[in-house]
């Protein structure tokens, strides 16, 4: 195991479209974080696990977006009715526990354009 | 979470020592400051953290003065692939959120 996997890479989709994004952490990294950054800006938070348990979500979390991390290993990211402003980078990150929080590993990301 | 203000851009020649100083007027007595690099198309990796003083690690050194109200990060002999953009993170280690600001983005030059 070697970093932060995310697949896919790339995902062009047709608004109103649904499509989900895949995370794998590093293997025993216990907390699993979400971002989505557009171009020229720095990432913004959506999510946070620790283990399976989602604790904090983001107010820019609409109700189209949810994530899951079913048995506290990978997670999903699930956007419904896509629009063109969720055409963006979204990247994954895992830090384990006892570190500091924000000594994260971040994966490649998911650039997803919405057409 | 602490507000972080730093230079949108800054411009370096190869072998320089770059610093870039990150403003955080509000940080709480828990925060602490950290750095991250980013490259085009890349996720960002974390550099160095602290709390207070000095922290030195291989790729850089960051300064944190007494009142903490700022801080610096040291680049030493800078080569063109450290060309990227680096964030400035305040905030309590055992908070799950991380607020990453618009960033500075530095250029090395031949």
């Known amino acids: 195991d070697t970093g932060v996997s995310q697949d896919p890479r790339h995902k062009i989709t047709k608004r109103g479209q649904n499509v989900t994004f895949r995370c794998d952490p590093i293997s025993e990294h216990n907390r699993l974080y979400w971002y989505r950054q557009t171009l020229g800006q720095g990432p913004e938070f959506l999510t946070y696990?620790?283990?399976?348990?989602?604790?904090?979500k983001s107010r820019l979390l609409s109700d189209r977006f949810s994530a899951e991390r079913p048995k506290g290993s990978f997670s999903t990211l699930e956007i419904q009715r896509t629009e063109q402003g969720d055409s963006a980078m979204y990247l994954c990150?895992?830090?384990?526990?006892?570190?500091?929080?924000?000594?994260?590993?971040f994966g490649p990301g998911t650039r997803l354009t919405v057409t | 979470l602490a507000k972080t203000t730093q230079p949108i851009s800054m411009d370096s020649y190869e072998g320089q020592e770059v610093n870039i100083t990150c403003s955080h007027n509000?940080?709480?007595?828990?925060?602490?400051i950290t750095w991250y690099q980013q490259f085009p198309s890349q996720g960002p990796r974390f550099i160095i953290q602290g709390y207070k003083t000095k922290v030195t690690n291989e790729v850089a050194s960051l300064f944190i003065p007494a009142d903490r109200k700022s801080s610096t990060l040291s680049l030493p002999r800078v080569s063109l692939s450290d060309t990227a953009v680096y964030y400035c993170?305040?905030?309590?280690?055992?908070?799950?959120?991380?607020?990453f600001g618009d960033g500075t983005t530095l250029t090395v030059k031949p």
């Open positions: 990150a895992s830090s384990p526990s006892g570190f500091s929080s924000y000594e994260q590993y």
């Open positions: 509000n940080i709480a007595t828990n925060d602490y």
């Open positions: 993170l305040v905030g309590d280690t055992n908070a799950g959120k991380s607020t």
């Open positions: 696990f620790q283990n399976e348990a989602q604790l904090e």
